[in-house]
């Protein structure tokens, strides 16, 4: 079976290949590929090359497939796994497998540390290593992208499960975010802060009585606003606030306000910034926990924290890099029950577009880059399909199906593109 895949062969050197995959083993699976979603951590392991730690230290002579938030369709089983899985099953992969007898030990994962898996390919072949942790998860619903989007929720649903609080007199700790209490999301309408909004909101088990999610980009909140309306909330018990920090004289002032000044019971700080992190400590509650979300490239990277608060307040913090098995098993089953990820893609593209958009990602303006992996497509914004579609009936076409969904992409858009784009 030949491929077709990017690779990584260092810093900064994407090569887009193709060649020939070996023979499945018995403790092994061939894949097809459909659609990629490229994340940040892409971007940092193709700047960093083997200095990133779950990067191999030879991968400039065992180049490695990247991507890992992908979706698609069993092709052919190992005789050792047919007892589990089927050609035709839909797909997504867990790429945190923690296994330690992986190319880098137990960071090993599939789009960083493999030869013959990872999202941005057309055909893969899924290691023993991703078997036997139970990390091939069958996808049951509707399309492929939300396969492919359930890694990012999956990150967000492990953060919100290591959240943690106290009981006083106890030293036993009470996981997961408080129920019916105050939560705020600070720098929180990237892709991962709207699948945090979308997951907190429609939550059924657990979930704040108060939301507030801040930016200081007025477009981008207003998105966020459009996409998870107050009103929407507010029908299911959460009163959701949206507030522009950058515009607001005293953002600290401003969100206790919002709790009336008793301060938030769970902190989520999406970005990588020293300013966002000590707006999110000055906020917290009584205990109340600091979830440092966003994974920072610098080793050094650090912030200021208040210390009294530390010991007199009960203020703790924690961070979470990815989700569990069980964290991927719950976002499948978010999607399948009716969760649409749908607002988080704001461009679509093929194969072809992966090297440029994934060495240049914090320089594209929006929300997640989805790839279709068989297909040669230039990397689009979903509100240019219009002004497209005056030259080109595929894009004609697109637009017209995306305006049902006020924009957004949708199973219909992926089933039109998956049939009538050109193929890599």
């Known amino acids: 079976m030949k491929t077709k895949a990017v690779r990584l062969y260092g810093k900064e050197e994407l090569r887009l290949e193709e060649f020939s995959l070996p023979p499945i083993g018995d403790d092994e699976i061939l894949a097809k590929v459909v659609s990629d979603s490229i994340c940040m951590s892409s971007y940092k ?7 990133h730690k779950r990067i191999p230290d030879n991968v400039k002579d065992h180049p490695v497939i990247i991507g890992h938030e992908f979706s698609g369709e069993i092709v052919e089983v190992g005789r050792n796994w047919r007892h589990k899985f089927s050609p035709g099953q839909k797909y997504s992969i867990q790429p945190a497998i923690y296994y330690p007898e992986g190319p880098v030990g137990i960071l090993s994962a599939p789009g960083y540390s493999y030869p013959h898996i990872g999202g941005d390919a057309t055909y893969v072949i899924i290691p023993k290593d991703v078997l036997v942790q139970d990390c091939l998860l069958v996808y049951d619903g509707p399309g492929f992208y939300p396969a492919s989007l359930a890694e990012p929720l999956s990150c967000v649903i492990g953060a919100m499960h290591a959240n943690y609080h106290t009981t006083p007199g106890s030293y036993l700790h009470q996981m997961e975010i408080v129920q019916g209490g105050k939560m705020a999301i600070l720098a929180g309408v990237g892709p991962m802060g709207l699948a945090a909004i979308n997951y907190v909101v429609n939550r059924g088990d657990r979930k704040p009585s108060l939301l507030v999610v801040t930016d ?3 477009s981008r909140l207003d998105r966020a606003a459009l996409l998870f309306p107050v009103e929407w909330a507010r029908e299911k018990g959460i009163r959701l606030e949206y507030l522009h920090t950058g515009e607001t004289a005293d953002p600290v002032a401003a969100l206790r306000e919002l709790t009336e000044g008793t301060g938030y019971d769970d902190v989520f700080v999406f970005a990588p910034v020293p300013a966002v ?13 600091l979830n440092f979300f966003a994974g920072p490239s610098d080793p050094a990277f650090s912030a200021r924290l208040n210390f009294y608060n530390v010991h007199y307040a009960y203020t703790h913090i924690v961070g979470t890099s990815g989700g569990n098995n069980d964290d991927m098993v719950e976002a499948l089953s978010c999607m399948s029950m009716g969760l649409d990820p749908a607002g988080l893609v704001t461009h ?15 320089e594209i303006p929006g929300g997640k880059k989805l790839i279709y992996t068989h297909k040669n497509l230039p990397l689009t914004p979903l509100n240019e399909f219009s002004e497209k579609g005056k030259s080109d009936p595929l894009f004609r076409e697109l637009a017209r199906i995306i305006d049902k969904t ?19």
């Open 406 to 424: 006020k924009g957004l992409w949708s199973v219909e858009a992926e089933t039109y593109l998956l049939a009538n784009a050109p193929e890599i």
């Open 348 to 362: 679509i593209g093929g194969l072809n577009a992966v090297i440029e958009t994934t060495l240049h990602l914090p």
């Open 216 to 218: 200081i980009d007025h």
């Open 277 to 289: 992190i000590e707006q999110g400590d000055a906020i917290l509650a009584h205990d109340g926990c």
């Open 45 to 51: 392991a193709a700047h960093q090359g083997a200095a």
